[in-house]
């Protein structure tokens, strides 16, 4: 995005001219040709992950950038192996049980103990392993 910024500022205080209808038209028309030949519909369109990398290091040397270094491409490219790999593991995902349970050990703490005396407390600490235990019993049932 901030590449897209810098190109439509400089687009519009003139310092990078657009190409001429005719160019634009048959550089539309090849980007189509090319999403078919993968057989990506026309509602793809926005879909730019073939071609980010080409797109960006396009950009760069529109405004007077250098190309992106390799090891940003890398990263790039692992991380949409990864996406692709794991599928709906890729993303986050919420331990509800966990995170009840610290919850309502912390709801307790705050309302018996006082944190700024109680920290050593045996109490406190019974509650610290507690809320391990938790965990521990949240991630077992989880598997």
């Given at each position: 995005m901030e590449l897209q910024s810098k190109w439509v500022a400089q687009v519009l205080?003139?310092?990078v001219l657009l190409p001429n209808e005719d160019e634009m038209t048959?550089?539309?028309n090849e980007f189509?040709?090319?999403?078919q030949?993968?057989?990506?519909?026309?509602?793809?369109t926005h879909f730019m992950t073939p071609?980010?990398?080409?797109?960006i290091n396009w950009l760069c040397a529109q405004i007077g950038l250098p190309p992106l270094e390799n090891w940003r491409f890398k990263m790039y490219e692992e991380s949409i192996k990864?996406?692709?790999?794991?599928?709906d593991g890729y993303k986050d995902h919420w331990d509800d049980a966990y995170w009840e349970g610290i919850i309502q050990v912390f709801i307790f703490l705050?309302?018996?103990c006082d944190p700024f005396h109680?920290?050593?407390?045996?109490?406190?600490?019974?509650?610290?392993?507690?809320?391990?235990?938790?965990?521990?019993?949240?991630?077992s049932l989880s598997v």
């Open positions: 205080s003139g310092k048959a550089s539309t189509y040709r090319k999403m030949e993968l057989g990506l519909p026309k509602r793809s071609y980010q990398l080409g797109y990864n996406f692709i790999e794991m599928r705050l309302i018996y109680d920290i050593a407390s045996p109490i406190f600490i019974f509650f610290l392993l507690l809320c391990h235990l938790i965990y521990l019993i949240s991630k």
